[in-house]
């Protein structure tokens, strides 16, 4: 598998009022797993149902009510530890983390303290060309979410939807290993892109597929201490937590050069005022008072479902970047832009086969990215499907258009769609290589100009304009190499 050389960037340093300072980022990033069903009861995943109506009676924790693992969730979680390249733990254990809320119907939580599913792995956060930081992953373990309590329909009252109540997370628990805010946006992203790949998590984090509790902590530029963290949680916007780590950091070093001391503690991230704000002391694991879920037998794995699972993972962004820039020749740049989303590079490869790699990837990501992102698009909702974006590029290789009139027919395909080869003959566009054709506008041209025609022998120069009136005179139609050569003759100049 081909891989891609990076060096990993300096932390990034906060001035402060006595000194220079530096960040320590963990993150806990919750991931819900792509299911049709529950993690341990049949009900539905799908969002934006009524309110409580994908509620099981073991969602809704009634009485004599016993779980049952979703296996498929399970399977999510072993293929998400793959493609992160951590260890799956063959023997994994459910337990109780217990504490109330009202859209907690058990009065528990059913998670994975002491024995997870996913161990060790690691995640190559991409920070531009030849820079990226190596993220180590510590855990991923499986739990049931909560529902939700809804405080703003009534000034009086509360209200609970237990639609999400037992939906399968996957937490993803990484080292402090982070180095500023914008790497750890970049991590959830990575992070994100990764799950979306794998096909385990959708990563929608308006609908609250994916969020994240942000650990930050700050210490001198150059030390390698630790210092007392807090948390800032539930953060489901990558410019939030740009914004919340900048704040928390600024907060905790105003702190510490006035002589005090950083309480560990969770904190809310307040978009409006742009502060973090004390939610609660931060509580250890003896304040839930885990134990062993007496309802669910351990997890026991067997080694060859494992390789199953591994031997069809699709291609991962690191490696199908890496293969984009040796097969086609392209930066790491557009390597990226075309392998962010997985259907953007399977739309890149369709157009690119048995075409040249390159302008392949300067159509797709110039003309047809710049047109949908300006619309405000989707790749999925493209009018201009790969079969017909590649045979644009054909009549531009066999000289049949010049990129002028493809960009003209590009337009043509945008808004009322067709085949390009069958708009160009229906249209006249055809690219004019007929040499006595061309020479003779070139002649016109330069018959009507006399005075530039006799500067551009002193200023050759001058012979891009006679260009760009033949241009204008066949209405773009001209061969563009073959009006240069003709002019340059005609001008005598070299």
């Known amino acids: 598998m081909a891989e891609l050389t990076y060096r990993e960037p300096d932390p990034k340093v906060i001035a402060g009022a006595k000194g220079d300072w530096e960040m320590v980022i963990g993150l806990e990033v919750h991931a819900q797993v792509t299911s049709k069903s529950k993690l341990f009861s049949g009900a539905s995943t799908a969002f934006g149902a009524e309110p409580n109506t994908n509620v099981s009676l073991v969602d809704a924790a009634m009485p004599g009510m016993l779980p049952v693992v979703n296996e498929f969730c399970v399977e999510q979680a072993v293929r998400s530890g793959l493609g992160l390249k951590a260890a799956i733990n063959r023997y994994s254990r459910f337990d109780r983390k217990n504490y109330f809320y009202p859209d907690l119907p058990q009065g528990y939580q059913i998670s994975q303290l002491y024995h997870p599913i996913v161990g060790e792995g690691e995640v190559l956060v991409d920070l531009g060309p030849g820079l990226a930081r190596k993220v180590r992953i510590e855990r991923i373990h499986l739990e049931q979410d909560a529902g939700k309590s809804i405080h703003d329909l009534d000034p009086a009252l509360s209200f609970v939807d237990l639609n999400r109540t037992g939906v399968a997370l996957m937490e993803i628990v990484s080292r402090p290993d982070i180095r500023g805010p914008e790497e750890a946006a970049e991590y959830v992203r990575k992070l994100r892109q990764i799950l979306r790949y794998l096909g385990t998590c959708d990563g929608n984090m308006q609908e609250g597929s994916l969020r994240a509790d942000v650990n930050v902590s700050v210490r001198p530029a150059g030390s390698t201490d630790l210092g007392t963290r807090c948390e800032i949680k539930n953060m489901n916007s990558m410019r939030f937590i740009v914004q919340a780590i900048e704040f928390e950091a600024r907060r905790q070093i105003a702190i510490l050069e006035d002589g005090g001391s950083i309480e560990q503690e969770t904190r809310l991230y307040d978009p409006g005022r742009g502060e973090t704000r004390s939610m609660r002391s931060k509580e250890e694991a003896h304040d839930y008072r885990y134990f062993p879920d007496p309802d669910l037998l351990p997890l026991e794995l067997d080694q060859t479902w494992i390789d199953a699972i591994a031997a069809g993972l699709p291609e991962l962004p690191d490696a199908k970047k890496a293969r984009f820039v040796l097969d086609y020749g392209m930066t790491e740049y557009d390597a990226g832009v075309l392998t962010a989303e997985v259907a953007s590079a399977d739309y890149f490869e369709a157009v690119a086969r048995g075409r040249d790699g390159k302008a392949a990837a300067n159509w797709v990501i110039n003309e047809l990215f710049g047109r949908l992102n300006r619309e405000g698009h989707g790749i999925e909702e493209s009018p201009i499907g790969p079969d017909q974006?590649?045979?644009l590029l054909d009549l531009i290789a066999s000289g049949e258009i010049s990129g002028k009139i493809a960009k003209d027919v590009f337009e043509i395909l945008w808004t009322e769609g067709g085949e390009p080869a069958a708009i160009v003959e229906?249209?006249?566009?055809?690219?004019?290589?007929?040499?006595?054709?061309?020479?003779?506008?070139?002649?016109?041209v330069v018959?009507?100009?006399?005075?530039?025609?006799a500067q551009a022998l002193a200023k050759p120069a001058l012979a891009g304009w006679f260009?760009?009136?033949?241009?204008?005179?066949?209405?773009?139609?001209?061969n563009p190499q073959a009006v240069q050569a003709a002019v340059r003759q005609k001008l005598g100049v070299e």
Do not use: W, Y
Not at 430 to 443: H, L, P, Y
């Open 426 to 444: 229906a249209r006249g566009l055809r690219q004019v290589t007929d040499s006595g054709a061309i020479e003779a506008a070139v002649a016109e």
């Open 447 to 453: 018959a009507a100009n006399p005075e530039k025609a």
């Open 467 to 478: 260009v760009g009136q033949v241009m204008k005179a066949t209405g773009g139609k001209a």
């Open 389 to 391: 974006l590649g045979g």
